[in-house]
């Protein structure tokens, strides 16, 4: 089975904290992709990360940074220098080949930065 | 390109009534998507459809159809609302071929059953 578990259900940290965002995987496949999405409070859904299963490279950018590690199943998202616009709802997903692109979403972390 | 659009942005339905979340998407995907995001969870699959005239359930189908007539659109009906059913719908499209299987979403439909 296919699932996505985001343990955290709310963070909040205060500005210019760093904050790791946990996010754990299960699959079968050896084949699959990774992605996070923010989700601002205006509701629609942004884009932050893809990873695949056979780039197990750390990855970051500007503040974000994310650390994929296979042996346990875990796909971490870190803010550095956390900033008031970083304030949004963060989803961890999952999309396993030859499943037609359908994407398997965690619960979300609630991530309040407060100045 | 407007990518994926969604219609309507809100609407309130009363219960028993029925409706049609609208979808379009103008990038020539042949993947297309419907998602449910309840308060405080992550979205769920409602339906999907791999191309026109070939749709199929996801994991909460119950109470939706859905049909494919053209790769554009992909409409959502509700039967009989119930307040079960209030959430924010999403409608996603994906290119099958493409290496990175990115999915591209819409931005939402809030919906409320009274």
């Known amino acids: 089975a296919q699932k996505v578990t985001q343990a955290q259900t709310e963070i909040s940290v205060v500005e210019k904290e760093d904050v790791t965002l946990d996010c754990v995987y299960e699959t079968r496949d050896t084949t699959y992709y990774l992605f996070w999405y923010k989700q601002p409070p205006s509701g629609e859904l942004v884009f932050l990360i893809r990873r695949n299963s056979f780039d197990e490279q750390n990855e970051i950018s500007g503040r974000y940074s994310w650390n994929f590690q296979k042996s346990t199943s875990s796909f971490n998202f870190t803010i550095t220098a956390s900033q008031v616009v970083d304030s949004a709802v963060y989803f961890c997903a999952l999309l396993f080949s030859g499943g037609y692109n359908k994407l398997i979403f965690g619960a979300g972390t609630r991530l309040a930065v407060h100045p | 390109n407007a990518g994926v659009t969604q219609t309507p942005k809100f609407r309130i339905l009363k219960i028993g009534q029925s409706m049609t979340l609208q979808c379009a998407q103008d990038m020539n995907h042949n993947y297309m998507y419907w998602y449910r995001q309840d308060p405080g969870m992550g979205l769920k699959l409602i339906y999907y459809?791999?191309?026109?005239?070939?749709?199929d359930k996801g994991e909460v189908p119950n109470g939706y159809n859905v049909s494919r007539s053209t790769t554009e659109d992909f409409p959502l009906r509700l039967e009989l609302a119930a307040p079960s059913q209030t959430s924010v719908y999403f409608c996603?499209?994906?290119?099958?071929?493409?290496?990175?299987?990115?999915?591209?979403f819409g931005p939402g439909t809030r919906l409320t059953v009274l």
């Open positions: 996603a499209s994906s290119y099958e071929g493409g290496p990175w299987h990115e999915q591209f």
């Open positions: 459809s791999v191309g026109a005239g070939i749709t």
